[in-house]
T-cell receptor
Framework: RKEVEQDPGPFNVPEGATVAFNCTYSNSASQSFFWYRQDCRKEPKLLMSVYSSGNEDGRFTAQLNRASQYISLLIRDSKLSDSATYLCVVNRNYQLIWGAGTKLIIKP | DAGVTQSPTHLIKTRGQQVTLRCSPKSGHDTVSWYQQALGQGPQFIFQYYEEEERQRGNFPDRFSGHQFPNYSSELNVNALLLGDSALYLC????????????FGDGTRLSIL
């Protein structure tokens, strides 16, 4: 079993829909948490850090449940430009451990 | 404000050869991490350098080695290249401290023939 697991994709959704990504991690010693976005053949880019209190950045909302070792990302009012692979990342002892990513395809 | 820069962008090598990849961190960052990303997979942590020393290492063989220079730039060296080393190699920089978000360069795409 991988240390960070994400929903297998791809997700095909219409423009304007709400999309939810789920992620679980197995090591309770994980210290900090992030969502990254990666476009095809490009480098990963930090989308947002994830905090236990939950945090929001425009159309994006991230949640962390340490007890359940579960992380989520919600995208509201999805745009065509949101099409990308979304990667769940946990930090432990200076290293980032990555999920395999979930590909999102927004259709007009 | 320059971001993370990597060179070269693409490289083709043959089995058994050696390769050196280079990375300059984002201004103000002193910590450099290297990752290997195979197609369709998330990045895999190779190692992290801080204060010119390897601070943490992932599950990669000794063929993978690195260096950090006093100006915080870094090199990744891979010896005795195998076909399976073909991947995108990503460099990320961050400020000192565990758990800081990392910022990535464009990567070096390495192909082994």
């Amino acid at each position: 079993r991988k240390e960070v697991e994400q929903d297998p994709g791809p997700f095909n959704v219409p423009e304007g829909a709400t999309v939810a990504f789920n992620c679980t991690y197995s090591n309770s010693a994980s210290q900090s948490f992030f969502w990254y976005r990666q476009d095809c053949r490009k480098e990963p880019k930090l989308l947002m850090s994830v905090y236990s209190s939950g945090n929001e950045d425009g159309r994006f909302t991230a949640q962390l449940n340490r007890a359940s070792q579960y992380i989520s990302l919600l995208i509201r009012d999805s745009k065509l430009s949101d099409s990308a692979t979304y990667l769940c990342v946990v930090n432990r002892n200076y290293q980032l451990i990555w999920g395999a990513g979930t590909k999102l395809i927004i259709k007009p | 404000d320059a971001g993370v820069t990597q060179s070269p962008t693409h490289l083709i090598k043959t089995r058994g050869q050696q390769v050196t990849l280079r990375c300059s961190p984002k201004s103000g960052h002193d910590t450099v991490s290297w990752y290997q990303q195979a197609l369709g997979q998330g990045p895999q942590f190779i190692f992290q350098y801080y204060e010119e020393e390897e601070r943490q290492r992932g599950n990669f063989p000794d063929r993978f080695s690195g260096h950090q220079f006093p100006n915080y730039s870094s090199e990744l060296n891979v010896n005795a290249l195998l076909l399976g080393d073909s991947a995108l190699y990503l460099c990320a920089s961050s400020p000192q401290g565990n758990g800081q978000p990392q910022h990535f360069g464009d990567g070096t795409r390495l192909s082994i023939l």
